[in-house]
């Protein structure tokens, strides 16, 4: 479904993506681990095209977003579902509004469908009856499910979650994990999640890669993470102070290429 193919991002000096090699298979549940501000969500721009790399590809379907514009691009981006780290709802819209908004601005449906898909889409989160509130009258949780319903509603073949967990607690954590794997199973759809959050990647993954330095540098099942030789892994995903990694190295590394 994606393969990423030798892309490079660089700001000023500093890398972020250095020669990025990932392929997603369709159909599974690829989660992107790494240090906060390791260029996670700098690679889900790349994807989106909302990026365009220094060099590289990425391949969606067999299309090349880094070659594509205008409506072509705005075509294969209607395939995306996008669910951002902070929800990112308008605050001025009700919840129905928020999740219908896709639809009714690129005017896919008539107005009756577009309310019928709001209602679907915020009963698979788990939030009916809710449409007339407003962002700032729910819990951290709900919005959260509320941005999940609004990536669902244009049936995207593509789900993009960006740290879905970050800010809320551990319960609610494990209410979002639960639905992101329900969701992925129900709708069969090919999702790629990034996170820091080790808990979250070990519930909701068919594979796990490890990105570190611009790179992927280890991809493999939970399972395989986990028992790990590679020293950079296994400290990440332990969350132990000592090893390769130190607490005070720069975020990203001059780029040389």
Do not use: W
Not at 70 to 93: I, Y
Request: glycine content about 10%.
């Amino acid at each position: 479904m994606i393969e990423i193919i030798n892309l490079c991002k660089a700001f000023g000096s500093h890398a972020v993506l250095d020669n990025l090699n990932l392929t997603v298979q369709t159909g599974e549940t690829m989660v992107i681990i790494g240090r906060s501000g390791c260029g996670k969500s700098v690679l889900l721009k790349h994807v989106l095209g909302l990026m365009r790399p220094d060099s590289g590809q990425v391949i969606v379907d067999g299309k090349d977003v880094t070659k594509i514009e205008g409506p072509e691009l705005q075509k294969l981006r209607m395939r995306f579902g996008m669910v951002f780290q902070g929800a990112a709802l308008f605050d001025s819209m009700t919840v129905g509004e928020n999740v219908g908004f896709a639809l009714r601005e690129h005017r896919l449906f008539p107005e009756g469908e577009v309310r019928r898909r709001i209602t679907e889409c915020l009963s698979l989160v788990g939030l009916a009856d809710i449409e007339n509130l407003k962002p700032a009258e729910l819990s951290g949780g709900m919005r959260k499910r509320v941005g999940i319903a609004r990536a669902l509603a244009i049936r995207p073949d593509i789900l993009l979650f960006d740290e879905p967990t970050t800010g809320i607690d551990p319960v609610m954590a494990d209410v979002i994990n639960k639905l992101v794997k329900t969701l992925h199973e129900r709708l069969k759809v090919t999702v790629v999640l990034v996170t820091h959050d080790m808990v979250s990647a070990y519930k909701v993954a068919t594979r796990i890669a490890m990105m570190y330095e611009g790179r992927i540098i280890a991809t493999g099942t939970p399972e395989q993470i986990q028992s790990t030789g590679n020293p950079v892994v296994r400290q990440f995903v332990r969350g132990e102070a000592e090893g390769p990694i130190t607490a005070d190295q720069p975020k990203r590394r001059t780029f040389i290429g």
